[in-house]
């Protein structure tokens, strides 16, 4: 599997970002998708997920902020973040699990079959 974040970049608190994810190599459909980020000096954490039925999860911390989505056709994984503030400020990198789906497709998950390189985002005060 390859995935290829984009969208990433500099924002002021308050803003919006729209990152998205082209995934390539599988069937898209077989895969469980996610956003992970990691700040420096911070372990990386799960933001949200998505399955294949399209059911999405997210961490606390996004809740309510931030909409995952995917779009089956294009192979395509987004993220569109609204109210960002500066603690949202981190490596975003996208994510494929095989087969995970429902409560099993979740920001908690650690057997992540694949990483896309990352795509910066920071958010200034």
């Known amino acids: 599997v390859n995935l290829v974040e984009s969208g990433g970049g500099s924002v002021q608190a308050g803003g919006s970002l729209r990152l998205s994810c082209t995934f390539s190599?599988?069937?898209?459909?077989?895969?469980?998708v996610g956003w992970f980020r990691q700040a420096p000096g911070k372990e990386r954490e799960g933001v949200a997920t998505?399955?294949?039925?399209?059911?999405?999860n997210y961490a606390e911390s996004v809740e309510g902020r931030f909409t995952i989505s995917r779009d089956n056709a294009k192979n395509t994984l987004y993220l569109q973040m609204n109210s960002l503030s500066p603690e949202d400020t981190a490596m975003y990198y996208c994510?494929?699990?095989?087969?995970?789906?429902?409560?099993?497709?979740?920001?908690?998950?650690?057997?992540?079959?694949?990483w896309g390189q990352g795509t910066q985002v920071t958010v200034s005060s």
């Open positions: 190599g599988e069937t898209y459909t077989d895969y469980c």
């Open positions: 998505i399955d294949r039925n399209l059911s999405p």
């Open positions: 994510a494929a699990r095989i087969w995970a789906t429902g409560p099993f497709c979740y920001p908690g998950l650690t057997d992540v079959d694949s």
